[in-house]
C-alpha cells in the first residue's frame, strides 16, 4: 500500500494462555483506501481492531493512527478516529439523541445538529428520544455507527458494522460508508463476513485466520484471484511450468508458492493438464478448480480451504 | 476536559437507581440509626435488659455510618464498575480523553455525591431528633454534624480503593462485595474496635476514634492518593481484547 499510512500494525502478536488471538499481525492503511478484513469467528478479526484503538494490549509489536503510537498517552489522536465495537454498547438513563451528544461532548465537538445529523445518516432520527438503552441489537448497532461518525472522523474502524442488520439497513449503511470512502475519504479498517457486502467496497481485502493476517489483496488483485482457475501442487513447480508452456501452450498461469501454480484456464481442462504433468513424471499432490465467486473465493481462504497466495 | 468528563458522568447517573439507592440508605439509614439510638437509651435508662443486637450504649454514628459507608460503596463502585458491565469502557477509552481525567473527573462526582449524602443523612436525624424530642439523651445537631462530615471526608480517603477494584476486577459486583465482606465482617467481629484495624477503613476509623489530626490527615492524605494512582494505573493498563 502507499506511504504515509493512515494506520498501521506492525508486528502485532497476542497470546491468552495458549490461546493465539494475533500472530505477527502487519499491515497499513492509506488516506482514504477501505481495508475490509474478512474471516470467520474467532479468526482474530475484533482482537486485532481492539489492539489498533488501544483497548487491547499486544504482547509484541505495535499499532499507529497517524504517526502516533497507540497507546494511554495518544489520546488526542481520537478526536480524528470514529471506533464501532462488535457489541454496540448504549448509555443507560440518556436518550439516543443524548447518548450521541455525549459522545461529541467527549470529543470536544460543539456542532448543535452533529448528533440528529449522525442519526440521520444511519436512519434512526425517529428514535433520537427513545432511551437509548431500549433499543433493539440492530438499532444499537446504528447508534453506535451514528456515535462512530458523529464527529467527523477521518480514520472509521468498524468491526461488522452490518452484522444482523436488515436488507434496507444494511443497504443504507453500505451507500453511507461508500459516501464516507468517495465524498469525505475516511480511511477505514473494517472488520466484516464476507457476505456481508463491505468487500465490495473494498480497496483491500484481509483475510484472518487463527490470529494471522493470512492473505492480502488489493482490488485487482481480488479480482484477478477470484477468476476461475486451475491449482496444482506440484513436486518440482520450474518442470511442471516448461509442461504447461511448450506441451500445453498455456501462458496464462503463476507460480504462487512453493510447489502451488495457479493457471487461469476453465476448469474443464483439469484432467488434461494432470495427465501432461504426470506423464512428464512430475507428481502431483493436489488438483482443484476454482471456479467460485469472489465471496466464495474468500470463505475459502478464512476457513483454510483454499491456499493463501 | 474533566469538566466534560464531569458533565457526562453526571448525565449518566442522573436517571440511575443505584444513586436513589443511595440516597435510600443514607437518609433511611439515618432515620433508623435515631430510631435505634432511641430505642436502646430508653432500654438501657428503664432497666428492661437488652435485645441481641442492640446495646445501651449504641449511639446514632455506631449505626449510621456503617449504612452511609455502605451507600458511599455502592455509588464508588456503581461509577467506576459500570462501564466495564455494559461495554460503556470502550467508548470511553477511544474519546479523546486522558485516562487520569476520568479517574479525577469521577472522584469529583463521587466525593460531591458523598458530601451530598451525609449532608442529606445529618438533615434526615435534625429531623428525626425534633420529632423524637431526644435532645436529653443523644448528642446535638451540631455533634451529629461533625460525626457525619467527618466520617464523610475519612471516607472519601478510602473511596479510590474501592475504585481500584471496580477497574482491576472489571465491574460493580467485585468491588461492593469486597468492600461489603469487610465491613459485615469487621461489624460482625468486633464492631469499630476492629475496623479500625483494616487499612480500608483506617481513616474513618481514625476520625471517630479522635487519632491525632495528622496522623489521621497524613494517613487518609496517602491512602487517597495511593487509591487514586493504583486507579489510574488500572485504567491505563487495562487490557481489554474482547
Same mark, same amino acid.
Request: net charge negative; aromatic share 2%.
Given at each position: 500500500m502507499a506511504s504515509s499510512p493512515v494506520i498501521e500494525a506492525i508486528r502485532l502478536s497476542k497470546t491468552q494462555g495458549r490461546r493465539i488471538l494475533l500472530d505477527d499481525v502487519s499491515f497499513s492503511v492509506a488516506r482514504g483506501d477501505l481495508l475490509a478484513l474478512v474471516g470467520e469467528a474467532s479468526s482474530g478479526k475484533t482482537a486485532l481492531l481492539r489492539a489498533l484503538v488501544g483497548l487491547a494490549h499486544s504482547d509484541t509489536g505495535s499499532a499507529r493512527i497517524m504517526g502516533e503510537l497507540v497507546g494511554p498517552g495518544a489520546y488526542r489522536v481520537f478526536e480524528r478516529v470514529g471506533f464501532l465495537p462488535a457489541d454496540p454498547p448504549a448509555r443507560r438513563g440518556l436518550s439516543v439523541r443524548r447518548d450521541v451528544e455525549t459522545s461529541l461532548s467527549l470529543a470536544g465537538v460543539r456542532e448543535p445538529d452533529a448528533a440528529r445529523r449522525a442519526l440521520a445518516l444511519v436512519g434512526i432520527e425517529d428514535l433520537a428520544e427513545k432511551p437509548a438503552h431500549s433499543l433493539s441489537d440492530d438499532s444499537r448497532r446504528l447508534l453506535g455507527i451514528a456515535r462512530a461518525i458523529a464527529h467527523s472522523p477521518? &480514520?472509521? +474502524? &468498524? #468491526?461488522?458494522?452490518? =452484522?444482523? &442488520?436488515?436488507? +434496507?439497513?444494511? =443497504?443504507?449503511? *453500505? #451507500? *453511507? *460508508? =461508500?459516501? *464516507?470512502? &468517495?465524498?469525505?475519504?475516511t480511511t477505514m479498517v473494517v472488520a466484516t463476513r464476507v457476505a456481508d457486502g463491505v468487500v465490495e467496497l473494498a480497496s483491500h481485502v484481509g483475510v484472518m485466520r487463527g490470529g494471522g493476517l493470512v492473505a492480502e489483496f488489493d482490488r485487482e488483485g481480488l479480482r484477478e484471484r477470484g477468476r476461475e482457475h486451475v491449482e496444482v501442487v506440484v513436486s518440482d513447480p520450474p518442470r511442471a511450468a516448461l509442461v504447461l508452456e511448450e506441451q500445453l501452450g498455456l501462458t496464462d498461469f503463476a507460480v504462487c508458492q512453493e510447489h502451488l501454480i495457479r493457471i487461469y484456464v476453465p476448469g474443464s481442462r483439469i484432467s488434461e493438464i494432470n495427465s501432461a504433468l504426470v506423464a512428464d513424471g512430475i507428481e502431483v499432490t493436489r488438483l482443484t478448480v476454482n471456479a467460485g465467486t469472489l465471496e466464495e473465493l474468500l470463505e475459502r481462504l478464512s476457513s483454510g480451504e483454499a491456499a493463501s497466495p | 476536559m474533566i469538566g466534560r468528563l464531569i458533565t457526562a458522568e453526571v448525565a449518566g447517573l442522573r436517571r440511575s437507581l443505584v444513586v436513589w439507592l443511595a440516597v435510600l440508605l443514607a437518609v433511611g439509614g439515618s432515620v433508623v440509626a435515631r430510631m435505634m439510638s432511641w430505642v436502646t437509651h430508653a432500654i438501657g435508662r428503664t432497666e428492661l435488659g437488652t435485645l441481641p443486637f442492640l446495646r445501651p450504649d449504641m449511639g446514632w454514628s455506631d449505626m449510621a455510618v456503617p449504612l452511609a459507608l455502605l451507600a458511599y460503596l455502592i455509588v464508588t463502585s456503581y461509577v467506576f464498575g459500570r462501564d466495564f458491565e455494559d461495554g460503556n469502557i470502550d467508548l470511553l477509552l477511544t474519546a479523546p480523553v486522558r485516562r487520569d481525567a476520568v479517574v479525577v473527573a469521577r472522584m469529583v462526582v463521587i466525593a460531591t455525591g458523598v458530601l451530598v449524602l451525609s449532608l442529606m443523612g445529618w438533615g434526615a436525624d435534625v429531623a428525626m431528633r425534633a420529632v423524637l424530642v431526644t435532645s436529653s439523651l443523644d448528642p446535638g445537631s451540631a455533634t451529629s454534624a461533625t460525626a457525619a462530615f467527618g466520617s464523610a471526608?475519612?471516607?472519601?480517603?478510602?473511596?479510590?480503593?474501592?475504585?481500584?477494584a471496580s477497574v482491576r476486577f472489571r465491574g460493580v459486583l467485585p468491588a461492593l462485595g469486597l468492600g461489603i465482606a469487610i465491613e459485615v465482617a469487621v461489624l460482625a467481629l468486633g464492631g469499630f474496635t476492629l475496623m479500625r484495624t483494616l487499612p480500608w477503613f483506617l481513616p474513618m476509623s481514625l476520625a471517630i476514634g479522635g487519632a491525632a489530626l495528622w496522623l489521621e490527615v497524613s494517613l487518609s492524605v496517602l491512602l487517597f492518593l495511593g487509591g487514586l494512582a493504583a486507579t489510574v494505573r488500572a485504567l491505563r493498563t487495562a487490557d481489554l481484547y474482547e
Open positions: 477521518e &480514520l472509521l +474502524v &468498524l #468491526d461488522e458494522p452490518t =452484522r444482523g &442488520l436488515g436488507g +434496507v439497513e444494511r =443497504r443504507r449503511i *453500505l #451507500d *453511507l *460508508l =461508500r459516501m *464516507l470512502s &468517495l465524498e469525505r475519504e | 471526608i475519612a471516607a472519601i480517603a478510602t473511596l479510590p480503593l474501592v475504585a481500584w
